[in-house]
């Protein structure tokens, strides 16, 4: 049974540093990774979605990165800013979906201090 | 710009009540899925449906939770009856599934449910 772990789960930094946020899965075997935001009270918004044969993804001051083979995906921002704060998901598609069903992290929770 | 709309966002309700909860998804997309988001549980999977088909509701407690699309453009969630450890953020996402597909999911703003 596939799980995702987030570690930290939450993470305090100051304004400017760049921080990396860890995803790890159990099952390397994976169709896509995807990260998503949440602000609370609010839904999901994906940020960057990974496929199983690429290493990594960019938008922006953010970068994601895919090691399949060890079951990790981390979640670079680059030169934080207070409006980064918000809570971090990381999901991952099982490789036997075909609907792309979702199995989720719990999440790690950032607050950037200005 | 097309977006994942819910209704109602807040519910509050009696134990024992039925609650019924609605999702329209992006116009198009061929697959729908109900998450539950708690503190203690983090994001589940309820259910999921392709081209109006339940695929899997095993994530679902079927004595008391019931998921429909009735058409397309509407699926539907409903706890009959709602007891209070049902109190959660209830999120519906589309997405489109098919051959080529990244199958990225879409979300809603979420209905935040409260049974008291």
């Known amino acids: 049974k596939q799980e995702v772990t987030q570690i930290p789960a939450a993470l305090s930094v100051p304004e400017g540093e760049n921080l990396v946020l860890n995803c790890s899965f159990t099952d390397s075997a994976i169709y896509n990774l995807q990260w998503f935001r949440q602000d609370p009270g609010k839904g999901l918004t994906s940020l960057l979605l990974i496929q199983s044969s690429q290493r990594e993804q960019t938008s922006g001051r953010l970068n994601a990165s895919l090691d399949k083979s060890s079951g990790r995906s981390t979640l670079y921002i680059a030169a934080s800013q207070p409006g980064d704060s918000a809570t971090y998901l990381c999901a991952v598609r099982p490789g036997s979906s075909n609907t792309g069903k979702l199995i989720f992290g719990q999440g790690t929770t950032l607050q950037v201090k200005p | 710009d097309a977006r994942v709309t819910q209704t109602p966002r807040h519910k509050v309700t009696e134990m024992g009540q039925e609650v019924t909860m609605r999702c329209q998804p992006i116009l198009g997309h061929n697959t729908v899925f109900w998450y539950r988001q708690t503190m203690m549980q983090g994001l589940e999977l309820l259910a999921y449906?392709?081209?109006?088909?339940?695929?899997?509701d095993s994530g679902m407690p079927k004595d008391r939770f019931s998921a429909e699309m009735p058409d397309a453009t509407l699926a539907t969630l409903k706890i009959q009856p709602s007891e209070p450890r049902d109190s959660a953020v209830y999120f519906c996402?589309?997405?489109?599934?098919?051959?080529?597909?990244?199958?990225?999911?879409?979300f809603g703003p979420g209905t935040r449910l409260t049974v008291t």
């Open positions: 449906f392709r081209n109006r088909a339940p695929l899997d």
């Open positions: 996402a589309s997405g489109w599934a098919g051959s080529g597909s990244s199958y990225e999911q879409y």
